[in-house]
């Protein structure tokens, strides 16, 4: 923004000094006009070089972000995995003291007489398995 406003600044300066030597020519105002001037191709150059180094500080954020977001989607997986696997051992760890404190797995409402697990006769590590890749 101050590149573009000293640019601005100059523009009106060289154009006040070129209405200016319109109306009354002098060697002085002459000299202001080419100073001016320079002064104004040297702001166009610092500014295009500003915007250069802007266009290349941009690009290396993106390309960081985009880093940043996929390590962070891999570990937010790897959480959600952890997290369902913790569940499943729960669960199963709530079956057995159910079936301990219910002999001969007593039906109280779920499959098969056991209140926890599919109640398929497959093993639930198989289906903890497949949940598992469903949530990759």
């Known amino acids: 923004n101050t590149f573009l406003q000293q640019i601005k600044n100059r523009k009106a300066t060289l154009e006040k000094l ?17 100073s001016t001037q320079q ?3 040297e702001s166009n150059r610092a500014s295009k070089v500003a915007l250069a180094a802007l266009e290349k500080v941009t690009q290396r954020v993106f390309r960081e972000m985009d880093r940043f ?22 669960s199963r760890q709530l079956d057995v003291e159910w079936n301990k404190l219910l002999p001969n797995g007593g039906d109280v409402g779920g499959v098969n007489g056991r209140v926890g697990g599919s109640g ?15 949530m990759i």
Request: aromatic content about 4%; cysteine-free; hydrophobic content about 35%.
């Open 18 to 34: 070129n209405q200016k030597n319109a109306t009354s020519p002098q060697a002085t105002t002459e000299n202001q006009i080419v």
């Open 39 to 41: 002064l104004l191709d």
């Open 69 to 90: 977001k996929h390590s962070v989607d891999a570990e937010m997986r790897l959480l959600y995995v952890n997290h369902a696997r913790v569940q499943v051992d729960y």
């Open 120 to 134: 398929s006769g497959v093993d639930d590590g198989v289906l903890s398995k497949e949940a598992e890749m469903l």
